[in-house]
T-cell receptor, first 118, second 114 residues
């Protein structure tokens, strides 16, 4: 079974600065997907960024980028130019690429609470 | 504003009660999901419906009973729950569960079992 570990229960950053959230995972599969989700106080989970394991290039979405190290099974999220609206709980998630499995069957980490100071 | 709406947002029920959570999506999707988020465990998938057919039951106890009358609506019927069932229940939808699409979540229903 796959596991996802987020070792930082809480992180904080100053507005306009950069912060990196860590995530490691354990799997015996070679093809899979990795995600970062954001959960603000409204509790709605919002997809931030997605990485396909077969792609060597790190995914980027505006101020959000990942550092995907497949051999090390590491998938960190970097938030540049942090904004007050980035304050939320961030979840790392894994999804097998194996056929016949629900695409909704994500394995989530425990989450990291990000605080942004003005 | 979310395209996935959940009601009620908060629910308190006794262990002998019967209640239901409702989810409605306005995104034209064909897949709908129930997830459970509790304080002690990571977010976990409970049920999946794709084109109104249940395609996944993640070993959920029978005191949770899902219903999907059409692609836009999903219910979670609750009966004889336990205090450990207290959690945030998130509904979500996607275009089609057979392909990798973005999953859109609602804001959840907070359930407290007393």
């Amino acid at each position: 079974a796959q596991t996802v570990t987020q070792s930082q229960p809480e992180m904080s950053v100053q507005e306009a600065e950069t912060v990196t959230l860590s995530c490691t995972y354990d799997t015996s599969e070679s093809d899979y997907y990795l995600f970062w989700y954001k959960q603000p106080p409204s509790r709605q989970m919002i997809l931030v960024i997605r990485q396909e394991a077969y792609k060597q290039q790190n995914a980027t979405e505006n101020r959000f980028s990942v550092n995907f190290q497949k051999a090390a099974k590491s998938f960190s999220l970097k938030i540049s130019d942090s904004q007050l609206g980035d304050a939320a709980m961030y979840f790392c998630a894994y999804r097998s690429a194996r056929g016949g499995t629900s695409y909704g069957k994500l394995t989530f980490g425990q989450g990291t609470i990000l605080t942004v100071h003005p | 504003e979310t395209g996935v709406t959940q009601t009620p947002r908060h629910l308190v029920m006794g262990m002998t009660n019967k209640k239901s959570l409702k989810c409605e999506q306005h995104l034209g999707h064909n897949a709908m999901y129930w997830y459970k988020q509790s304080a002690k465990k990571p977010l976990e998938l409970m049920f999946v419906y794709n084109f109104k057919e249940q395609t996944e039951n993640n070993s959920v106890p029978s005191r949770f009973s899902p219903e999907c009358p059409n692609s836009s609506h999903l219910f979670l019927h609750l009966h004889t729950l336990q205090p450990e069932d207290s959690a945030l229940y998130l509904c979500a939808s996607s275009q089609d569960d057979r392909v990798l699409n973005t999953i859109y979540f609602g804001e959840g229903s907070w359930l407290t079992v007393v």
